[in-house]
């Protein structure tokens, strides 16, 4: 059973930093892709950024130019650096990984975001 735990999440002023960690129980290399989505209070869960087995890259238009989502395959995990931070960011994290049939989830982290 694939367990993801996320890390990193806390209160930040508008304009502050914050990078999330995603520790995979096996190798992330095994995984079609992984992210990380939101969900903010009363609104769906949504993609923030993902990445491929192969590398790419998707993100969502509201946090391009702040966020960037890279991995260490050493490490099993996945990490979310936050640049730029704005009251809107307010959300609880998950981290994703997809492996055909099955997709697995973390329990979240919080982010706080204050103007």
């Known amino acids: 059973q694939v367990q993801l735990v996320e890390s990193g999440g806390g209160l930040v002023q508008a304009g502050g930093s914050l990078t999330l960690s995603c520790a995979a129980s096996g190798s992330i290399f095994s995984f079609n892709a992984m992210g990380w989505y939101r969900q903010a209070p009363g609104k769906q869960r949504e993609l923030v950024a993902s990445?491929?087995?192969?590398?790419?890259?998707t993100k969502a238009d509201s946090v391009k130019g702040r966020f960037t989502i890279s991995r260490n395959l050493a490490k099993n995990s996945l990490y979310l650096q936050m640049n730029n931070l704005k009251p809107e960011d307010t959300a609880v994290y998950y981290c994703k990984a997809e492996r055909t049939p099955s997709d697995y989830w973390g329990q979240g982290t919080q982010v706080t975001v204050s103007s």
């Open positions: 990445i491929t087995r192969g590398g790419s890259v």
